[in-house]
Nanobody
Framework: QVQLVESGGGLVQPGGSLRLSCAAS????????IGWFRQAPGKEREGVSC????????YSADSVKGRFTISRDNAKNTVYLQMNSLKPEDTAVYYC????????????????WGQGTQVTVSS
């Protein structure tokens, strides 16, 4: 079955960096957009960034623009989220998710989800 596996989370100090990975199996990045979402305790899941399947167009939430960069390696079937200048408010469980073709900011429009990886930004 389709699997999305996130990795790369951890504890980092404010201002630090992390790179998250989302490895997809039994799912082609040629036909699926991959979105990154996050959910902090007591808050709704929110869209962070997304990369579309066809032309690789990327989208990012205003809160992370200029700090987070999404990219993909089709040969490895993996999508990355490079997170720089991390802030305490970035602390959350980060999930990757897949849907056909184009990006969406709505979590319910995604068909497949990973198990999540914890990112904690704290001194």
């Amino acid at each position: 079955q389709v699997q999305l596996v996130e990795s790369g989370g951890g504890l980092v100090q404010p201002g630090g960096s992390l790179r998250l990975s989302c490895a997809a199996s039994r799912l082609s990045l040629d036909y699926h957009a991959i979105g990154w979402f996050r959910q902090a305790p007591g808050k709704e899941r929110e869209g962070v960034s997304c990369i579309s399947s066809s032309d690789g167009s990327t989208y990012s939430a205003d809160s992370v623009k200029g700090r987070f960069t999404i990219s993909r390696d089709n040969a490895k079937n993996t999508v990355y989220l490079q997170m720089n200048s991390l802030k305490p408010e970035d602390t959350a469980v980060y999930y990757c998710a897949a849907r056909p073709w184009s990006c969406s900011s709505h979590p319910y429009q995604y068909d497949y989800w990973g198990q999540g990886t914890q990112v904690t930004v704290s001194s």
